[in-house]
Structures are given as structure tokens and as C-alpha cells.
Antibody, heavy 122, light 107 residues
Framework: QVQLVESGGGVVQPGGSLRLSCAAS????????MHWVRQAPGKGLEWVAF????????YYADSVKGRFTISRDNSKNTLYLQMNSLRAEDTAVYYC???????????????WGQGTLVTVSS | VIWMTQSPSLLSASTGDRVTISCRMS??????LAWYQQKPGKAPELLIY???TLQSGVPSRFSGSGSGTDFTLTISCLQSEDFATYYC?????????FGQGTKVEIK
């Protein structure tokens, strides 16, 4: 069965950096685009970033563009989110989510991880 | 950026009720709209994609309609397990955006 397991969350000071990982199993990782979606405490969902199945294209929310970088290692079935220049407003649960279309440029998320909490605070 | 207005933000209903949630776009998105359900402390789950296509395993009491700028999620006969928060999402163009969410609570 499809499993997505995020890790790397924690407490970081404003201006700091953190790298999230998402280990994928149960499907052919290299055939699917992947996303990061976040949710601030008590708030709604915010789409953060997308990477195509082969890493050839990446897209970002305006709120993180220039600070966050999405990447993937298809040999390790792992998705990453490098987060730099973190701000208090980046505090959220970060979910990795699988694209539901193969070799696509983006389809809705049919599987989600359990999320990892990032807290930006001094 | 495509902005979305989801309404209502809170909906009080009883088991057996028919409920409707609306999502309006700032520009046309054809049928590139999805609906998700989220329960407290859990990740969202995909209910509907392409505006009206039911995701595998989702009960038939859920349905979606609309195209262009106006979309609707309908739950025909609310069950106890349906009390949750619902989000629409456009995937017509990046950056993708979610609606603000509709919490369906017990009246």
C-alpha cells in the first residue's frame, strides 16, 4: 500500500533553515509528481510546492518562492523540502502528497503523509 | 494567482440532511477542481476531482458539479462520519490554491 512518511520537522529560530524529507513506498515513485502542502495551527490548507516525476519542473507558492526548494531523489524514493530564511508564518504541519496522475504536470493529491510539524520561534 | 471563495465557512446540520458547499473562482478553471475532506488531526482525503468525478472508495452520497468559475459539493444524506472540514482546490494553474474551508458541524 502507498505510504508517505515525513520527517525533519522541529523547532527553528527565525531566519534559520530546515530540510524536510518524505520517504515514499508502495508505488513507483519515479512515475509521479509530488507536492508539499502545509497547514498552520488551526488554519486551512496551503499548497506549497510541486515537482514533476523527473524533477524537470518545479513550482512554488508565492509565499515561499526564493526561500524554499523542492527536490527529489528517485533512486532513494525520497522527496525533500529545503526551507531557508524561515519566518514565524512558516509555522505549520507540512504534508507531502502524491500526485494522482502518472507522468503528469499536476493532478490532485490522492495520498498524503501524516505530516511533520515545523515551528519557527525564538 | 487564482483566488477562491468558499462558502459557507461553517455549516450546522443534522444527520440525514442534504448539504451544499460552494466554491467560486476569480477566473475560469474549466473543470480542474478537487474537493477534500479533513478530520481533526488527520491528513486530508481526496473526495472528488475533475469537478464531478468521485475518487475510488468515496461513498456515492458525495457529488460535485460545476465548471468555469462556480462549483458545488453536495452531500445528499449526511452521515455521522461526514462531520469534518471540506476544502476545494483548483489545479488549473500554478500556484495551486485551496478554498478557506467549510466546517460541517452537528446542529
Amino acid at each position: 500500500q502507498v505510504q508517505l512518511v515525513e520527517s525533519g520537522g522541529g523547532v527553528v529560530q527565525p531566519g534559520g533553515s530546515l530540510r524536510l524529507s518524505c520517504a515514499a513506498s508502495g508505488f513507483t515513485f519515479s512515475s509521479y509528481g509530488m507536492h508539499w502542502v502545509r497547514q498552520a495551527p488551526g488554519k486551512g490548507l496551503e499548497w506549497v510546492a510541486f515537482i514533476r516525476y523527473d524533477g524537470s519542473n518545479k513550482y512554488y507558492a508565492d509565499s515561499v518562492k526564493g526561500r524554499f526548494t523542492i527536490s527529489r531523489d528517485n533512486s532513494k524514493n525520497t522527496l525533500y523540502l529545503q526551507m531557508n530564511s524561515l519566518r514565524a508564518e512558516d509555522t505549520a504541519v507540512y504534508y507531502c502528497a502524491k500526485d494522482s496522475g502518472t507522468y503528469s504536470s499536476g493532478w490532485p493529491h490522492d495520498y498524503w503523509g501524516q505530516g511533520t510539524l515545523v515551528t519557527v520561534s525564538s | 494567482v487564482i483566488w477562491m471563495t468558499q462558502s459557507p465557512s461553517l455549516l450546522s446540520a443534522s444527520t440525514g440532511d442534504r448539504v451544499t458547499i460552494s466554491c467560486r473562482m476569480s477566473q475560469g478553471i474549466s473543470s480542474y477542481l478537487a474537493w477534500y475532506q479533513q478530520k481533526p488531526g488527520k491528513a486530508p482525503e481526496l473526495l472528488i476531482y475533475a469537478a464531478s468525478t468521485l475518487q475510488s472508495g468515496v461513498p456515492s452520497r458525495f457529488s460535485g458539479s460545476g465548471s468555469g468559475t462556480d462549483f458545488t459539493l453536495t452531500i445528499s444524506c449526511l452521515q455521522s462520519e461526514d462531520f469534518a472540514t471540506y476544502y476545494c482546490q483548483q489545479y488549473y494553474s500554478f500556484p495551486w490554491t485551496f478554498g478557506q474551508g467549510t466546517k460541517v458541524e452537528i446542529k
